[in-house]
């Protein structure tokens, strides 16, 4: 078994912000098909800021624990501070994951990502 960092274990067994948000202005899909992972992110956007941030998470307890760290993470930056949130930020936000796991911080900030794509597109602002 995977030895996690306490950090880890502390979003694993009380994860923040769950959920969805109803009616949010962004979503972002995303699934890794070989371990399984299906994470989705809604966003709510005010004044260029993301406002909230809830997830749903199917996976192992990385998988849960990075989509609460990168809820965490997300929650008050710009649009263009969220889109900075890098895989290595997360891993580095949870003490390290081990190597088996990286796949799954990197599915917490592309689904962040997708989100915030899907509001850009949604108001007409270039995401590329």
Known sequence: MPMYSEKVMEHFTNPRNIGEIEDPDGIGEVGNPV???????????????IEDVKYFTFGC???????????????????????????????EALGGLPGNK???????????????HDYMEKQGIDSK
């Open 35 to 49: 371990c399984g992972d299906m994470m989705k992110f809604t966003i709510k956007v005010k004044d260029g800021r």
């Open 61 to 91: 307890g990385a998988a849960i624990a990075v989509s609460s760290i990168v809820s965490e993470m997300a929650e008050g930056k710009t649009i263009e501070e969220a889109l900075n949130i890098s895989n290595k930020d997360v891993a």
């Open 102 to 116: 990286m796949h799954c911080s990197n599915l917490g900030a592309d689904a962040l990502h997708e989100a915030i």
